[in-house]
């Protein structure tokens, strides 16, 4: 059998794994991406964030590839308080089959080899990887990276997978030329009493899409598919769509708890790992696209050597004098961390007294839905939340600076 030889290997090419081979093709480096689906329908809501928009803008700029721009985002209270919230800036609805698509055709034009096959084993050999696929071919890379999402096979063989308490379970359904419900593409976000997460309906091109996700182990599937199906038949006024338009997904969201993070690891001898594979994803919101992206932005600066050497190691070893792929490995760890990892951190510690904790004597997402309701002030600051514009260091703070103007 014949072995191609790459610099790199690239298993997954979901919206990580495409973008840092779209990356690193474009600056003339030899990368194979596996995926055994190419683009295809991955079960997920679809939607991308007014800073997922500005900051990878050739996803806007790409009109081949149809989204739903959404104008406004109705927020549903536990104890049913309501407020709709006026979306100012691009927040866009991808079915994920299209969008894979998107950054997968940009990876291919760039010059990377897609191979339409899983990786089925990959072993360390004298300094590179040798690697074996699903149908039978070898490729040998000097530098491996894991992109295979939150079950993702690259790591639980590297260092093992994530834990119960580090994941969140979704599920959803797809329903096909829904009736149409609004006149304004919108979407639908519900909280529940006693519930670490929440439930959506976001449009997309001829099709809605449902969701409820919730920390793994707090729910049933049966309960969660219980509180799903209320929420379309209550969406849809008291009755259920026809069930041969309805397609059901379920799958799992990587939210991580907060002891984890401090010890998270990224990296190692001659590897990496970004996107749902690497465990980032908001986890309040699970929002986890543009994690995807921007660590594999991150992961391609630093093996472009645009990153810079990073800080002194804690072993003082100086970072100059480490083989080329120990410097990228280390400038990427240090990357993802100070772009968005102590953000997320803050986000899981947020996360029990989001969803349990109370403000001025109410539920937390009552009394954010009701000061909302009154001042404009509150609803940008949950606008800007929602749509990845706002720290959640400072979300606490914000929040109750303008709710002080209210009272
Ligand atoms: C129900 C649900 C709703 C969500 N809604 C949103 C949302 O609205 N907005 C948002 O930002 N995020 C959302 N997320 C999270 C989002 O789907 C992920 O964070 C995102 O897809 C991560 O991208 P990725 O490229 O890291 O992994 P993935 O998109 O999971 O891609 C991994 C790829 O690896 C491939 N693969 C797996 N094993 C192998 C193998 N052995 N060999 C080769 N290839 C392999 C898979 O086929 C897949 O294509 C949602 C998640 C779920 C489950």
Redesign the pocket.
């Known amino acids: 059998m014949s072995e191609t030889t790459v610099e790199y290997a690239i298993?997954?090419?979901?919206?990580?794994?495409a973008h840092l081979a779209s990356r690193l093709a474009e600056a003339g480096r030899e990368a194979a991406l596996?995926?055994?689906?190419g683009a295809?329908e991955?079960?997920?809501?679809?939607?991308?964030?007014t800073r997922?928009l500005k900051e990878f803008s050739f996803l806007l700029e790409n009109t081949s590839h149809p989204c739903k721009l959404i104008k406004h985002i109705t927020i549903i209270s536990p104890s049913k308080l309501r407020v709709t919230l006026k979306v100012k800036r691009p927040f866009a609805i991808y079915s994920?089959a299209v969008l894979?698509g998107l950054i997968l055709d940009r990876a291919v034009e760039a010059g990377v080899t897609f191979i339409k096959?899983?990786?089925?084993n990959f072993r360390r050999d004298e300094g590179s990887w040798s690697i074996t696929t699903a149908d039978g071919g070898a490729v040998r890379a000097r530098f491996l990276v894991g992109?295979?999402?939150?079950?993702?096979?690259t790591r639980r063989r590297l260092i093992g997978i994530f834990g119960v308490k580090d994941l969140a379970l979704?599920?959803?359904y797809n329903v096909q030329d829904p009736q149409p419900a609004k006149e304004t593409p919108e979407v639908t976000v519900v909280f529940q009493k006693d519930f670490t997460g929440y439930l959506w309906a976001?449009p997309r091109p001829g099709v809605m899409n449902f969701?409820v996700?919730s920390k793994l182990g707090e729910q049933t599937s049966d309960q969660l598919r219980q509180t799903l199906g209320s929420f379309i038949r209550d969406y849809y006024g008291g009755e259920m769509p026809d069930p041969e338009k309805m397609t059901f997904?379920?799958?799992?969201?990587p939210t991580l708890d907060l002891p984890t993070w401090p010890t998270l690891k990224a990296t190692g001898d001659g590897w990496a790992l970004?996107?749902?594979?690497a465990g980032f994803?908001d986890p309040i919101t699970?929002?986890?696209?543009?994690?995807?992206l921007k660590s594999a932005d991150l992961l391609a600066g630093a093996l472009l050597g645009q990153t810079g050497k990073g800080k002194r190691r804690k072993d003082n070893i100086p970072a100059s004098t480490l083989p080329p792929y120990q410097q990228a490995a280390d400038a990427y760890e240090q990357a993802w961390r100070r772009e968005f990892g102590r953000d997320l951190e803050h986000a899981s510690y947020r996360l029990p007294q989001f969803y349990h904790g109370l403000f001025f004597g109410h539920l937390m997402t009552d009394a954010m839905v009701w000061l909302a309701r009154r001042h404009k002030g509150v609803r940008t600051v949950l606008l800007r939340a929602l749509m990845g514009e706002q720290s959640y260091v400072t979300l606490k703070r914000d929040l109750l600076l303008r709710a002080f103007q209210v009272v």
């Open positions: 298993i997954g090419a979901g919206p990580a794994g596996f995926d055994p689906r295809w991955k079960p997920c809501g679809g939607g991308l964030t997922a994920r894979n096959s899983a990786v089925t992109a295979d999402g939150a079950a993702s096979f979704a599920f959803g976001f969701g996700a997904f379920g799958a799992k969201i970004i996107g749902d594979a994803a699970g929002e986890g696209i543009y994690y995807a």
